[in-house]
């Protein structure tokens, strides 16, 4: 049996409140799940995205234009599942 195996195992087995407190401190153990630290790198990236930048481009456009039409986004917008 693998380590990623021994491991993934041993986390089943956990009661429910440690695996919370797991989720908790994965971020710490994996900074490439930190979602902030993510965007970060996304953001800092200095390669040209023209499609990005001209979508960008275009929503400000029509923000400017008809700001009506953009309406703020509500907290249940972001717990619907897509």
Partial sequence: MSTVQEITEAIRKLPAVQRAELVEELPALFPELDGDAAWERIIRDPRPR?????LLDEAEV???????NCSETTDAEFKRHS
Avoid: D, V, W
Avoid at 62 to 68: L, S
């Fill in 50 to 54: 023209p499609a990005l930048s001209r």
């Fill in 62 to 68: 029509e923000f400017r234009e008809n700001p009506a």
